[in-house]
């Protein structure tokens, strides 16, 4: 819903379960610690994404 509202155009279900994937446990514990990323980056990265998606629309 907030995808649509935002404007954004696509196979929304899909995007959605995109950004929520970047947020799982699992993977932000493997690129913190295996892939020794820092938690700025993991956040930059997230606001990446979200911009360009957002800016799409």
Request: proline share 2%; no cysteine; hydrophobic share 50%.
């Amino acid at each position: 819903m907030l995808l649509r509202e935002a404007g954004v155009e696509g196979d929304l279900e899909l995007l959605a379960h995109t950004l929520l994937g970047y947020l799982e446990t699992p993977l932000v514990r493997h690129l913190l610690t295996d892939r020794d990323m820092s938690v700025e980056r993991l956040e930059a990265g997230w606001d990446a994404l979200v911009a360009r998606l957002a800016g799409a629309a």
